[in-house]
């Protein structure tokens, strides 16, 4: 019988790699150099031991090792650490990458490398070792140090980094031949369809494993998570972009769940193997002639390697407000090159832009920084003292005063930035989604329609399908405003003008796709589309149904997207029942209520969304006041909204001169219901909280907040709702109250007699 040549070579690398890999363990060295050196030594450039024949089948297997490896750094990845990642970190990355890869680039140039050679070099060199430098850290015990943890935080942002360079790559690669032009174009429509690809990844992915985890084994769960993996390799490669980035964006959104980490447990043998093959394939390219030719620029990298990236990651640190000990500290560990750089080789081979020579150059420059990086992070308090000794007193106390109040700075956070982040997020996701539709019924269903039903049914047909699938994103763009919103606006009346914009920039987007699709699909002339365009954005607003099932679409995605976290918490506080500190309670007093319109504003609800829960009045208390309710000079008020919100109202109310300032401090809701009993409240007079669980036999259960009747059936309010484990506070008046919600309602006696009389209130 015989054996088929590619089991025997798998059998000759298996054994190689783990022969190497012990021995490099002994010698506590990095695994991957173990692998590296295996893969040279059964190459065909070393003829002493026995080698492998089948190098095509090899490279097969190595492209599923790189597969494997991107799937694994994304499930350690996730995008809510990303989100945490701080401004240090990012601040850091982004020096070190762009210095490094003009640096490489021009260095490239200046060695007689090819364009493409250079641009691959520059970012082969931006891009440290996450592996190395984690290990390193482990071995010196410097995980938890200051410089340690803003390292991390930075190779987080560098692995970002990594996969727009694969797209960009790709896109320079393929794009090659065209103008600047038609490149930007290509590139800027990935970097869309990666917009729109992960969104839809993020609220479908997640909800298919909630769905089935009753049903799954683990073998089954196994099984699944590798048909995800291929699944996005696939979707990727359609789309134009490497398999790289579609196992990577697989990983990373199956790791914001709550099976993420069982995942990446049972695949990290699966990724240990084949990322062994990779790793292997790599040290079969390098040819020891090239060791000889290139020796010099192999050097000569190696050396501004080391340099720039310990130079450019102090001063990031430096600019990010750090002290001059942790940028020390952090830069010694960034001098070295790494698996990334590897992944970015072989992209530049497989689409045949990169020179034979550029793979095993970058691998014996990769090895030097590797084996010189535990030198680094060992001597960085010995080069730190040097350089204290040796800076001039003036230079270190400038720096000193610069690095404190940019710390300070940093630490503070910002109202705006915090709302400018959301509000672009938000708005490039649903706009990338709009475009999308757009130009899938342009370019794909109207041609079908006009072919099928004729040019004038056909074009209106597709324009109604569109508009239908655009609406509820719309909906979504426009319909609610946030906490943080809601607080700058009452703030300061000089942040209205720049909201209203704002609002105006997403609504102009939205009308400008409306009619872009009717312009397209209908032969109309564009002044009569303008009116129907603005009747349908009306809609979009103002719909109650429309507005609920788009809050509902991104309550979904908010709980897929921090699904573990939600399932973390609920785990920490299963036997806690509580209103989180984000509602809060504030009282305030008038000393004028009868001829000032800005008094009534700001106790009319239904602009503010602050609730006046209490109203005390010559000592009597009169709870859960209607808008009927008069509002009489000498009244003590108590509004009651999300902490972000309460302490905008609270600057509105300074101002006004008709209403005494807050004498207290606002207080949680919690603390708030607990203080009654105290300062003497009768129990007939005191304030309640109360927690319903929301079945389907429930009057108030499938329709809106707005709607369900609550506050008139049972004299409460509504202030907030868990579902699947997301808490709501102070949700908008459109969300749809579901089975399975947990509703949290505030009222007094009376709302708790009703309670009690339907059968809903009970003890959870």
């Given at each position: 019988?015989?054996?088929?040549?590619?089991?025997?070579?798998?059998?000759?690398?298996?054994?190689?790699?783990?022969?190497?890999?012990?021995?490099?363990?002994?010698?506590?060295?990095?695994?991957?150099?173990?692998?590296?050196?295996?893969?040279?030594?059964?190459?065909?450039?070393?003829?002493?031991?026995?080698?492998?024949?089948?190098?095509?089948?090899?490279?097969?297997?190595?492209?599923?090792?790189?597969?494997?490896?991107?799937?694994?750094?994304?499930?350690?990845?996730?995008?809510?650490?990303?989100?945490?990642?701080?401004?240090?970190?990012i601040i850091t990355a982004m020096t070190v990458m762009s210095g490094m890869v003009v640096i490489g680039i021009a260095l490239g140039h200046a060695l007689g490398f090819g364009r493409m050679d250079a641009i691959f070099l520059g970012c082969m060199l931006s891009m440290s070792s996450t592996m190395i430098i984690m290990k390193a850290f482990e071995e010196y015990g410097l995980k938890e140090d200051r410089a340690s943890s803003l390292v991390l935080g930075a190779l987080v942002v560098e692995d970002v980094g990594g996969i727009f360079m694969i797209i960009v790559?790709?896109?320079?690669?393929?794009?090659?031949?065209?103008?600047?032009?038609?490149?930007?174009?290509?590139?800027?429509?990935?970097?869309?369809?990666?917009?729109?690809?992960?969104?839809?990844?993020?609220?479908?992915?997640?909800?298919?494993?909630?769905?089935?985890?009753?049903?799954?084994?683990?073998?089954?769960?196994?099984?699944?998570?590798?048909?995800?993996?291929?699944?996005?390799?696939?979707?990727?490669?359609?789309?134009?972009?490497?398999?790289?980035?579609?196992?990577?964006?697989?990983?990373?959104?199956?790791?914001?769940?709550?099976?993420?980490?069982?995942?990446?447990?049972?695949?990290?043998?699966?990724?240990?193997?084949?990322?062994?093959?990779?790793?292997?394939?790599?040290?079969?390219?390098?040819?020891?002639?090239?060791?000889?030719?290139?020796?010099?620029?192999?050097?000569?990298?190696?050396?501004?390697?080391?340099?720039?990236?310990?130079?450019?990651?102090?001063?990031?640190?430096?600019?990010?407000?750090?002290?001059?000990?942790?940028?020390?500290?952090?830069?010694?560990?960034?001098?070295?090159?790494?698996?990334?750089?590897?992944?970015?080789?072989?992209?530049?081979?497989?689409?045949?832009?990169?020179?034979?020579?550029?793979?095993?150059?970058?691998?014996?420059?990769?090895?030097?920084?590797?084996?010189?990086?535990?030198?680094?992070?060992?001597?960085?308090?010995?080069?730190y003292a040097f350089l204290q000794r040796h800076i001039p007193d003036k230079w270190l106390a400038v720096l000193s005063k610069y690095t404190s109040e940019r710390r300070d700075a940093s630490d503070n956070s910002s109202d705006w930035k915090h709302y400018m982040a959301t509000y672009t997020v938000r708005t490039v996701v649903i706009g990338a989604i709009l475009f999308l539709l757009y130009f899938a019924g342009y370019t794909r269903v109207l041609p079908v329609f006009r072919e099928r039903f004729g040019d004038l049914t056909g074009g209106a047909l597709c324009?109604?399908?569109?508009?239908?699938?655009?609406?509820?994103?719309?909906?979504?763009?426009?319909?609610?405003?946030?906490?943080?919103?809601?607080?700058?606006?009452?703030?300061?009346?000089?942040?209205?003008?720049?909201?209203?914009?704002?609002?105006?920039?997403?609504?102009?987007?939205?009308?400008?796709?409306?009619?872009?699709?009717?312009?397209?699909?209908?032969?109309?002339?564009?002044?009569?589309?303008?009116?129907?365009?603005?009747?349908?954005?009306?809609?979009?607003?103002?719909?109650?149904?429309?507005?609920?099932?788009?809050?509902?679409?991104?309550?979904?995605?908010?709980?897929?997207?921090?699904?573990?976290?939600?399932?973390?918490?609920?785990?920490?506080?299963?036997?806690?029942?509580?209103?989180?500190?984000?509602?809060?309670?504030?009282?305030?007093?008038?000393?004028?209520?009868?001829?000032?319109?800005?008094?009534?504003?700001?106790?009319?609800?239904?602009?503010?969304?602050?609730?006046?829960?209490?109203?005390?009045?010559?000592?009597?208390?009169?709870?859960?006041?209607?808008?009927?309710?008069?509002?009489?000079?000498?009244?003590?008020?108590?509004?009651?909204?999300?902490?972000?919100?309460?302490?905008?109202?609270?600057?509105?109310?300074?101002?006004?001169?008709?209403?005494?300032?807050?004498?207290?401090?606002?207080?949680?809701?919690?603390?708030?219901?607990?203080?009654?009993?105290?300062?003497?409240?009768?129990?007939?007079?005191?304030?309640?909280?109360?927690?319903?669980?929301?079945?389907?036999?429930?009057?108030?259960?499938?329709?809106?907040?707005?709607?369900?009747?609550?506050?008139?059936?049972?004299?409460?309010?509504?202030?907030?709702?868990?579902?699947?484990?997301?808490?709501?506070?102070?949700?908008?008046?459109?969300?749809?109250?579901?089975?399975?919600?947990?509703?949290?309602?505030?009222?007094?006696?009376?709302?708790?007699?009703?309670?009690?009389?339907?059968?809903?209130?009970?003890?959870?």
């Amino acid at each position: 019988m015989h054996l088929d040549t590619f089991v025997i070579d798998l059998a000759l690398i298996m054994g190689a790699s783990a022969v190497i890999s012990i021995l490099f363990r002994k010698l506590h060295l990095p695994t991957v150099l173990g692998y590296i050196t295996a893969g040279f030594l059964i190459s065909p450039h070393f003829t002493l031991l026995p080698t492998v024949v089948a190098t095509d089948n090899v490279q097969t297997w190595s492209t599923i090792g790189i597969v494997f490896l991107m799937f694994g750094l994304g499930l350690e990845f996730s995008f809510v650490k990303l989100s945490k990642v701080g401004s240090s970190a990012i601040i850091t990355a982004m020096t070190v990458m762009s210095g490094m890869v003009v640096i490489g680039i021009a260095l490239g140039h200046a060695l007689g490398f090819g364009r493409m050679d250079a641009i691959f070099l520059g970012c082969m060199l931006s891009m440290s070792s996450t592996m190395i430098i984690m290990k390193a850290f482990e071995e010196y015990g410097l995980k938890e140090d200051r410089a340690s943890s803003l390292v991390l935080g930075a190779l987080v942002v560098e692995d970002v980094g990594g996969i727009f360079m694969i797209i960009v790559l790709s896109a320079i690669s393929v794009g090659s031949g065209v103008s600047g032009g038609e490149l930007a174009g290509k590139l800027g429509f990935m970097l869309l369809m990666l917009v729109v690809w992960l969104a839809l990844g993020i609220y479908l992915l997640p909800t298919l494993l909630k769905k089935t985890r009753g049903m799954l084994s683990e073998e089954s769960l196994l099984i699944l998570a590798l048909a995800i993996c291929f699944g996005m390799v696939v979707i990727s490669h359609v789309i134009g972009f490497s398999e790289a980035l579609g196992a990577f964006m697989g990983g990373s959104i199956l790791a914001g769940t709550v099976s993420g980490e069982q995942i990446e447990e049972m695949v990290k043998p699966l990724k240990d193997m084949f990322g062994a093959v990779f790793f292997v394939s790599v040290g079969m390219m390098i040819i020891p002639s090239y060791l000889i030719e290139y020796i010099g620029p192999i050097l000569l990298l190696s050396a501004v390697t080391i340099i720039g990236q310990m130079a450019l990651s102090t001063l990031g640190i430096l600019l990010s407000g750090q002290s001059g000990y942790t940028a020390v500290k952090g830069g010694s560990a960034m001098v070295q090159i790494g698996e990334f750089s590897f992944i970015l080789a072989a992209l530049g081979r497989d689409l045949g832009v990169t020179g034979e020579y550029l793979l095993p150059v970058i691998v014996l420059v990769a090895v030097i920084t590797i084996f010189l990086t535990p030198v680094f992070i060992k001597t960085a308090e010995k080069r730190y003292a040097f350089l204290q000794r040796h800076i001039p007193d003036k230079w270190l106390a400038v720096l000193s005063k610069y690095t404190s109040e940019r710390r300070d700075a940093s630490d503070n956070s910002s109202d705006w930035k915090h709302y400018m982040a959301t509000y672009t997020v938000r708005t490039v996701v649903i706009g990338a989604i709009l475009f999308l539709l757009y130009f899938a019924g342009y370019t794909r269903v109207l041609p079908v329609f006009r072919e099928r039903f004729g040019d004038l049914t056909g074009g209106a047909l597709c324009c109604l399908l569109t508009i239908v699938l655009m609406i509820p994103l719309i909906s979504l763009l426009l319909g609610r405003r946030s906490a943080t919103f809601k607080k700058l606006w009452l703030s300061s009346t000089t942040n209205r003008m720049p909201l209203t914009l704002l609002r105006a920039l997403q609504m102009g987007l939205s009308l400008f796709f409306i009619m872009l699709v009717m312009i397209r699909t209908l032969p109309v002339n564009v002044l009569w589309l303008i009116p129907v365009s603005l009747l349908l954005l009306a809609v979009a607003v103002r719909s109650d149904f429309l507005r609920g099932q788009s809050l509902k679409i991104e309550a979904r995605f908010m709980a897929n997207f921090n699904e573990k976290i939600l399932h973390s918490r609920k785990e920490t506080w299963k036997n806690e029942h509580w209103l989180d500190d984000r509602v809060c309670v504030v009282r305030f007093g008038l000393d004028d209520a009868g001829n000032t319109t800005n008094v009534r504003l700001l106790l009319d609800d239904r602009i503010n969304d602050v609730l006046i829960i209490k109203i005390v009045r010559d000592g009597k208390h009169i709870n859960m006041p209607g808008p009927e309710e008069a509002i009489r000079t000498g009244d003590m008020l108590y509004a009651m909204a999300g902490r972000e919100q309460l302490s905008g109202y609270i600057k509105a109310l300074e101002r006004e001169e008709h209403i005494k300032e807050p004498d207290e401090p606002m207080v949680t809701l919690r603390e708030y219901i607990l203080a009654q009993a105290f300062y003497g409240i009768q129990p007939e007079d005191q304030i309640m909280v109360s927690a319903i669980q929301v079945d389907k036999e429930m009057s108030f259960s499938g329709h809106s907040i707005r709607n369900c009747g609550f506050k008139n059936d049972y004299k409460g309010f509504i202030v907030a709702l868990e579902r699947e484990n997301l808490s709501i506070v102070d949700p908008p008046l459109d969300t749809i109250i579901e089975p399975k919600d947990l509703l949290w309602v505030v009222g007094g006696q009376e709302m708790a007699q009703h309670l009690l009389e339907d059968g809903i209130l009970g003890d959870l």
